[in-house]
């Protein structure tokens, strides 16, 4: 990367990016890197955690010509990280169980945050904007039940989803475009919370669904195909008939 950056013999695009331009690059990445362990492919991931460490390699690299800090300085402080983060294997504290870790996790971050003068801030502080929504919606209600704020068990949010879905019907009602998007964001961070408190990532049972989605949706469209049929001249009463037949196959 040194070299591909090289002021005078580098490569003229590797010179132009920066921070900003390589960002949206990582996070591609580290999508091909999840679907790649979706599909059970240990070469592809074997690949795409290549071009995902390439990624923190050119970020690097750039910090480094700034003289901010270079490769070695990312991996010595994610060393010295988990090894603060982990003071029942590199220590003597002990940890009985993941959920007494997931505690003494935020804590020590807690500390962290107050050894670098950030104690007063705020609980959700440091959940990152850049996160894909529904992620980022799950990390919020987390955070927020790290100090109690959070229903005492799932059927509470349960019943927070049918609130949620019957203040959007009033605001369908009212034809209310503004309402209507706040009302279905309201939804939606119920349902990742109804997520959270099943231990299920919200993203990741995004994805299933889309993949369960673009199947079916496959088979209905061979289907057609093997019919001769065409998309325009079937009803959406023969269309769900298609849609449902496959789904007693899968």
């Not at 362990?37 to 955690?49: Q, S, V, W, Y």
């Not at 002990?94 to 609980?123: F, L, M, P, S, Y």
């Not at 229903?151 to 034809?175: I, Q, S, T």
């Amino acid at each position: 990367m040194a070299t591909l950056r090289d002021p005078v013999d580098g490569c003229p695009w590797d010179l132009q990016q920066d921070f900003a331009s390589i960002a949206p690059y990582t996070i591609e990445e580290a999508y091909e890197v999840a679907d790649a362990i979706d599909r059970g492919h240990l070469d592809d991931l074997r690949d795409e955690l290549g071009d995902l460490l390439l990624q923190v390699v050119f970020h690097a690299q750039m910090a480094a010509e700034q003289g901010a800090f270079d490769f070695n300085d990312v991996v010595n402080g994610i060393t010295d990280k988990m090894r603060r983060r982990h003071p029942h294997v590199f220590g003597d504290e002990e940890i009985i169980d993941a959920q007494t870790q997931t505690v003494a996790w935020e804590e020590h971050k807690r500390r962290e945050r107050a050894a670098t003068g950030n104690e007063d801030a705020g609980v959700l502080d440091g959940v990152g904007l850049a996160l894909p929504a529904l992620l980022r919606a799950a990390k919020l209600g987390r955070r927020a039940a790290g100090v109690g704020f959070d229903w005492p068990d799932a059927d509470g949010v349960r019943a927070k989803v049918d609130e949620e879905l019957a203040e959007l019907d009033e605001a369908r009602a009212a034809a209310d475009s503004t309402a209507i998007a706040e009302e279905l964001g309201d939804l939606l961070f119920a349902v990742a919370q109804l997520a959270r408190h099943y231990d299920i990532d919200p993203e990741e049972a995004l994805r299933a669904g889309n993949a369960k989605f673009s199947t079916r949706f496959g088979r209905v469209e061979a289907g057609l195909a093997a019919e001769g049929a065409d998309w325009g001249k079937q009803t959406l009463d023969e269309l769900e008939a298609r849609w449902q037949a496959v789904k007693r196959e899968s």
